[in-house]
């Protein structure tokens, strides 16, 4: 414990969450680059597949390893191996640490299989971090905290507002527990205490590691519209991003700010585009080949494209993968033997033809006999879930083939459209009255009657439906988040959209101004552990 404090005194200390997952483990290895740069404190859960993964970064410092939980620590390197569910544990890590850069997450689909755990870890767990950080001497004003959240907070995105920005409403899909727990994560640190922090919403990381790109395999797939549009980044260039926000200096303007972090205009396509090139990577030919039109959902998704990724490019600059440098080192990653079969199915037809029919087998057990897949919803009479994905039965089943236009095809670049977040964003101070403005155009008002102009002063608040709750005015105005209980199920969105004009400007793109349709948490318990009623398939391909 000597030898640790003495080298906190001399350099700065990171402490780093989620450093095993597929962001995570990019990030740690770039911060492993810059060690003799700074102290690195890791929260890890002590499973076998996390031991191995860590060994030879302990033997390289000198550290005797643990069979289970516990703290180990030398020559400036610390892992507590913990829960970050176990507030005891949260704050051993957050101890002596300068910096917090938080990639930990329970993510899609596991987090809406295991909705208990995953708000465990998605919202208590931050809520953990941040008194941790209160707790330690001057901590709110010293300790910068690096935050990752989700493009899925954004909830749908169709028709003519593909674009995003920060300040779009935040909103999550119907029966999306993952986004309702970043959500409620995000709006921790919004309305802390805390001088430095960013929230870095992330879109889809790519895995460049061939094992976790396979891993991917799962009927959510089936979620996503064609028609999707997508700016994803890689686990790389993620982990990068992350990592270079360490060279951000106490005075710039990046702190206190919400950031959508995307691959840039190199890394967007539809989400037709998207599988066939992961389909392409083990050399099976087309969507058309293995999959049905009707299995994809026609809403109820997230995803976008970004009108203002660059902003945080403009600070980190760790947009430099493209989708095909990304297909590229995927390649490259995957075992020999699947090399060889790749290249006898692209060289011999016949090979090709197997190859397809084996993963259409596959993929149609998913979508039909996987309690999350959408066919199975179909054949099994799910109403509700069908109604959120596809608007309603007669929808479903009017959805032509295959052979008919294809409207997916390429992201259209001149298809933006700027929503209104109703104020004026060109003011530089901001007064009561543009804070009545953007309330009366949520469908509420403000309550307080006094204000003095600081955007980070807790006010209140009333939602159309007439919910009273406190948020300072930049997390309302700068970040898209309005009342907390309006964002939690159940799910009231056609209620909600009937009175409020800035969420109305998403919802109405995809939805009647007649439907109505009261979802609830209980209706998600339909999938509740439906990871565990069979073994995932091997053969993989997204």
Known sequence: MLQFTKLIMQKPTVALFGSSGTMGIKAFKGLWKRKNEFNIILLVRPSKKNKKLFRSYEKEKGIRSIPSAGVVEQNGFKIVWGDATRYEDVKETVNGADWVLNCMALISPTADYCQNEAYAVNTEGIQNIVTAIESEPGGPQRIKLIHTSSVATMGDRMGPIRYGRIGDPVFPSIYDYYAITKIAGERIILESKLRYWAILRMTFIMPTDFAKFSSLLDPILFHMPLDTCMENTTDRDAGYGLIKCLDVSENSDFWRRVYNFGGG??????????????????????????????????????????????????????????????????????????????????????????????????????????????????????????????????????????????????????E???????????????????????????????????????????????????????????????????????????????????????????????????????????????????????????????
């Open 265 to 414: 205009p190199s890394m967007r396509c539809t989400g037709y585009e998207y599988l066939n090139l992961a389909l392409s990577i083990n050399g099976i030919s087309s969507v058309e080949d293995i999959m049905d039109r009707n299995w994809f959902a026609l809403r109820n998704f997230h995803l976008q494209l970004y009108l203002d990724s660059v902003i945080l490019n403009d600070y980190l600059q760790f947009q430099r993968d493209t989708l095909e440098s990304w297909k590229t080192t995927v390649i490259q990653n995957m075992p020999r033997i699947l090399q060889f079969f790749r290249t006898l199915t692209l060289k011999f037809p016949i090979v090709q033809k197997l190859v397809n029919r084996i993963t259409r087998k596959m993929m149609k057990d998913l979508a039909e006999n996987h309690r999350n897949g959408t066919r199975h919803w179909y054949i099994n009479g799910n109403v509700k879930r069908i109604t959120a994905f596809y608007k309603d039965l007669d929808t479903y089943e009017s959805i032509s083939p295959w052979n008919l236009s294809r409207p997916w095809d390429t992201v259209k670049e001149s």
């Open 416 to 542: 933006k459209f700027l929503l209104d977040h109703g104020y004026d964003e060109n003011k530089n101070q901001l007064n009561m009255q543009d804070l009545h403005q953007a309330a009366n155009f949520r469908g509420g008002i403000l309550l307080s009657e006094k204000w003095d102009g600081d955007m980070f002063k807790s006010l209140e608040w009333e939602c159309c439906l007439s919910h009273k709750f406190t948020a300072n005015p930049n997390t309302v105005l700068k970040t898209g988040h309005w009342c907390p209980k309006c964002a939690q199920p159940p799910w009231k969105h056609n209620e909600i959209a009937k009175k409020n004009p800035y969420f109305a400007q998403v919802w109405h793109v995809m939805h009647d101004r007649n439907e109505y349709e009261l979802y609830t948490l209980e209706e998600c318990q339909d999938i509740a552990q439906a990871h565990l009623d069979k073994k995932k398939a091997k053969f993989s391909i997204i």
